[in-house]
């Protein structure tokens, strides 16, 4: 019941948290280790390196290009522009999310299709 569930946001909060400060260490030490690649002439990332690492996400992630491509082009950065952090970090979450959406909805018109393969978790964690 309702005692359950007050235990379990703590914890929900807990791991989102946890969750949220790997990823976010996994973009800095990404981004460090990109931006310390290829030529000195600027320290940072470059926008044509962000923006096919960014098309490499979602294309290895099998996100369909008609969803893909709308994303790209607002999200992307022009060859010689510099990619701060937090334009990094807002990138891959993006497209990270993106792909989650992509994977969920897929499992849910599988489901419509044929309920038989339903599986016991879509994401809604109860209890």
């Not at 970090?89 to 599988?110: I, S």
Request: hydrophobic share 40%; net charge neutral; glycine share 8%.
């Amino acid at each position: 019941g309702g005692r359950g569930r007050s235990w379990a946001l703590p914890s929900w909060a807990s791991a989102a948290s946890s969750h949220r400060t790997a990823f976010n260490n996994n973009v800095s030490v990404a981004y460090a280790c990109l931006s310390a690649s290829g030529r000195k002439k600027k320290p940072g990332l470059d926008g044509r390196t962000y923006s096919e690492l960014l098309k490499r996400i979602c294309r290895d992630g099998e996100a369909p290009e008609e969803v893909v491509a709308p994303l790209l082009h607002k999200i992307q950065c022009r060859d010689h522009e510099a990619v701060p952090l937090d334009v990094f970090r807002a990138g891959m979450l993006t497209c990270f999310v993106l792909l989650e959406f992509v994977a969920r909805a897929g499992a849910l018109y599988q489901l419509l299709e044929d309920p038989t393969l339903a599986v016991a978790d879509l994401g809604n964690e109860e209890g």
